[in-house]
């Protein structure tokens, strides 16, 4: 069973597993080297810093390292940087948190979502468009856009009983190239 107890666990056993998300890594605030090395290898149009501590903490998009480097003093110890899913914002088709448990006799699921292009995982909560418990076995879930390709890529993964911030495109994006992008996974934090 996975057991995840903070963002920096989220990234390592994202990284492990092999899944598909947005290029990201924890950095020390004092290493600035591997902070700039990670701008160098990944290019992008947007990067989001953020506190690898803190749920629902402080948050800045940044274009480039200059940029990030005047932010680095809000953080400390540490800052996770990621690419932003921004720029890909008119490829949505369905952004949200997932959980699907695994029982003896059915599959149940919970899902919390939205399928506009301003859907976040920030604003999922506020203003859900889909916001299910239900069984894995009832129509309406697999009429969801996207909702197929995300609970195939649980199953795949073997994510049952993990909290799955998810986003699925229509084009193919992360560090895998796949229309599936994980952004956290979730069980005690």
């Known amino acids: 069973m996975i057991k995840i107890k903070d ?72 800052v996770t940087i990621d690419v932003s899913y921004n720029p890909y914002k008119e490829d949505i088709v369905l952004v949200g948190d997932i959980k699907i448990h695994k029982g003896s006799f059915s599959d149940t699921v919970d899902l919390t979502a939205r399928t506009d292009s301003e859907a976040t995982q920030r604003n999922i909560y506020e203003e859900p468009e889909y916001n299910l418990h239900c069984s894995l076995d009832d129509d309406k879930v697999w009429n969801i856009p996207g909702f197929s390709k995300i609970a195939r890529y649980i199953s795949d993964h073997e994510l049952y009983d993990v909290i799955v911030e998810f986003g699925v495109y229509d084009s193919k994006l992360g560090v895998n190239k796949e229309n599936v992008v994980i952004k956290e996974l979730r069980t005690g934090f």
């Open 7 to 78: 963002k920096k666990d989220s990234i390592k056993k994202m990284k492990e597993l092999r899944l598909n998300y947005f290029p990201l890594d924890v950095f020390d605030v004092t290493n600035l080297k591997a902070i700039k090395d990670f701008f160098e290898k990944y290019p992008a149009e947007e990067y989001i810093m953020r506190n690898p501590n803190k749920t629902k903490g402080k948050f800045y998009f940044v274009k480039n390292y200059e940029e990030a480097l005047t932010h680095l003093k809000e953080f400390n110890p540490e």
